[in-house]
C-alpha cells in the first residue's frame, strides 16, 4: 500500500506540474548547448529528454572524475560516452550549472 500511494503521488505531481512537456521543450535546446560547450572534444550529444549521452574524442573517465570534483554526478557508457541522467524535475539554473561546468573540465 505505501509503494502504490508513492507512485500515485508521483504520477500526480508529473501530471499536475506537466514535466513530461517541460522536458520535451526544454531538452533540445540543452542537447545543442552541450554540443557547443567544446566542439573539438565533443564528438557527438545525442539522447531522448533528460538521458544524455555525450560522445567525447577521448576517454570519458577523466571528464567524469572532473565533473565529479566540482559536484556534477555523472556516469560513463563505455569509453567514450559520459551520460547524465539528471532529475526531470532539474531548473534552468541547475542546467546552466552543468553546461558550465563542462564548459569548465573541458577547456
Known amino acids: 500500500p505505501l509503494a502504490c500511494a508513492l507512485a500515485r503521488t508521483c504520477l500526480r505531481v508529473l501530471d ?3 514535466i513530461p512537456q517541460r522536458v520535451a521543450a526544454a531538452a533540445p535546446s540543452w542537447h545543442a548547448e552541450l554540443a557547443a560547450a567544446s566542439s573539438t ?3 557527438s550529444v545525442r539522447g531522448r529528454g533528460y538521458l544524455i549521452g555525450i560522445e567525447l574524442r577521448e576517454e570519458a573517465g577523466p571528464v567524469q572524475s572532473a565533473l565529479q570534483e566540482r559536484g556534477i554526478l555523472a556516469l560513463t557508457a563505455g569509453r567514450q560516452v559520459l551520460r547524465l541522467l539528471p532529475p526531470l524535475i532539474l531548473s534552468a539554473a541547475q542546467r ?5 561546468t563542462l564548459r569548465e573540465v573541458l577547456r
Open 16 to 18: 499536475e506540474q506537466d
Open 96 to 100: 546552466d550549472r552543468v553546461t558550465e
Open 41 to 43: 572534444r565533443i564528438r
